[in-house]
């Protein structure tokens, strides 16, 4: 089990350019989420998958936002024409099928930092 | 609907001190309780988690937790604090996963500062 892996981890881009983060969840998890954590709060849900389905998309996900999870393993989140205000880490997080405790608990990874100048 | 309040966004204490950080949660359903830590520049590690059973919950790192249903509360604790511990925590609450989504809500985070 090598844990949720995210790259790049840091991103630093120009306004208006497109970056792509990818997500790698523990192997025998077959739920993905996104989250996002600007300074100073706790993270905020963005979207969630089940295999290669999108269940779930917050009000954050914006138009400018796209995940997938092609495949139903890893996931991208793509953000089109960033803005300043994308400025954020993005967490990906995965658990595997609620089967008694454990199912309940989500597993993050380390994180992508984005910064937009 | 589901939240989570954790007072005091800073908390200091002395090495080897009591740790006392407080997290009441809300949630219309039967709640599942989380705290994660996260260190400077890194994702969320799990410290402790609730589901069902015995309300006094022990982590790692020497922490531990205990819900209290009647005052809505899940207030993280550690008899004594090591320069280890000083990080960011997060209160988290989910309710009882339908069709497989466990929707987790995070507080604002609690920055613990230990003090030589």
């Known amino acids: 089990d090598t844990g949720v892996s995210q790259n790049p981890r840091h991103k630093i881009t120009k306004r208006g350019q497109n970056v792509t983060f990818r997500c790698d969840p523990i192997s025998e998890h077959n739920r993905l989420y996104w989250y996002r954590q600007t300074l100073g709060q706790g993270p905020e849900f963005l979207t969630y998958f089940q295999n290669e389905a999108q269940l779930e998309k917050s009000r954050l996900l914006s138009d400018r936002f796209s995940a997938e999870r092609p495949k139903g393993s890893f996931s991208t989140l793509e953000i089109q024409r960033t803005e300043q205000g994308d400025s954020a880490m993005y967490l990906c997080?995965?658990?595997?099928?609620?089967?008694?405790?454990?199912?309940?608990?989500?597993?993050f990874g380390e994180g992508s930092w984005l910064t937009v100048v | 609907a589901q939240s989570v309040t954790q007072l005091g966004s800073h908390v200091s204490v002395s090495e080897g001190a009591l740790v006392l950080l407080r997290c009441n949660y809300s949630?219309?359903?039967?709640?599942?309780l989380f705290w994660y830590v996260q260190y400077p520049n890194q994702g969320l590690q799990l410290l402790l988690k609730y589901t069902t059973g015995a309300t006094l919950v022990k982590g790692i790192n020497g922490f531990e937790a205990e819900f209290k249903k009647s005052e809505t509360s899940f207030h993280l604790t550690k008899p004594s604090a090591h320069m280890s511990d000083a990080a960011e925590y997060f209160c988290?609450?989910?309710?009882?996963?339908?069709?497989?989504?466990?929707?987790?809500?995070f507080g604002i985070g609690t920055k613990l500062q230990v003090i030589p």
């Open positions: 997080a995965s658990s595997s099928p609620p089967q008694g405790a454990e199912g309940n608990t989500i597993y």
């Open positions: 988290a609450v989910s309710g009882y996963p339908s069709g497989g989504y466990q929707k987790v809500t």
């Open positions: 949630s219309s359903v039967p709640p599942y």
